[in-house]
């Protein structure tokens, strides 16, 4: 009997990694998906925290790609590992955090890993040349396939006919004549085959799956290294950046303001790591002080939280300042002004 060949497909919970599976599927391949958590993934957190984003699916598209496709999804935690890439990538990075090409080629060697021990044939991916400006050009393309060490069995069934042939193509375990030669940005040709396959809904491509391509996130990753003097992070670091203003009076301190009920339940589990300041004369949000304040700072710290309260335009606010040692005193301040905070304070 001929054996039944096993690839393993990196699920994004995008578009194309959803075709470049079902592909494989109609060519009688046992398909099934992994998906690596970095801690930077998009999926399943400020979408459920705040009330603007509460009309969006909180749904995890990974796993919902899998349900679709009808594939066991194996879900890996590789936080620790991917520091170093995020630290030390060789190829550098895109337009802002983000090391697309080191994460790829991370990805894609970890993938060969799990198939070699999982005796899996060969690996897929969604990519497509010509759709990443770092990542899916053809000269990187090959540089995925060699720093991974995937070489031949990559498969990319959605560019597949524009590559060189595979182990898998050339061993007669898939059909390249049944795969595509899609390339460039442009989404048409994706789309034309998520409905020949019946697929009608499925995530969108705008804002990508990654808070290190996000101007605003990486901004505020930097500033937090900036200020440390190292690159180390945690995960509750890099949780805390995607919620909140971050406000910067201090090189050495900052203020993580909660904008609405949503983060401030969310912030409420960190009280415990930090000095914080709450508002008592009037609603107000959860004010986490990041960094180790002076006397002197006490001031401009209360006013700024005090800006954020209700009653932000009237001469007095009481807020209260909770220590980490379980000291709180209660101050009465009069709110800064809009005019009074310089821009460079905002992260």
Sequence with gaps: MTKQRKAVALISGGLDSLLAAKVMLEQGIHVEGINFFTGFCVEGHTHAIRKKDREKPKRNNALWSAEQLGIKLHIIDVIDEYKDVLINPKYGYGANMNPCLDCKCFMVSKARQWAEENDFDFIITGEVVGQRPMSQRRDTMNIVSRDSGAADILVRPLCAKNLPATKPETEGWISRDKMYDFNGRGRKPQMALANEFG????????????????????????????????????????????????????????????????????????????????????????????????????????????????????????????????TEKELTVTPLRNEQIPQEWYV
């Design 199 to 326: 697929f009608t809904d499925y995530a969108q491509p705008a804002g990508g799956c990654c808070f290190l391509t996000d101007e605003s996130y990486a901004k505020k990753l930097v500033d937090l290294w900036d200020a440390r003097s190292s690159r180390e992070y945690e995960m509750d670091d890099i949780m805390l950046l995607k919620v909140g203003r971050h406000i910067r009076p201090k090189p050495y301190f900052k203020l993580i303001v909660g904008r609405e009920d949503g983060e401030n339940r969310f912030m409420n589990g960190y009280r415990k790591q930090f000095d914080y300041i709450t508002t008592v004369s009037c609603p107000g949000p959860l004010v986490l002080i990041d960094g180790e304040m002076q006397a002197e700072d006490v001031e401009i710290a209360t006013r700024l939280a005090a800006r954020f309260s209700k009653d932000k335009n009237s001469d007095a606010v009481t807020v209260c300042l909770h220590l980490r040692d379980g």
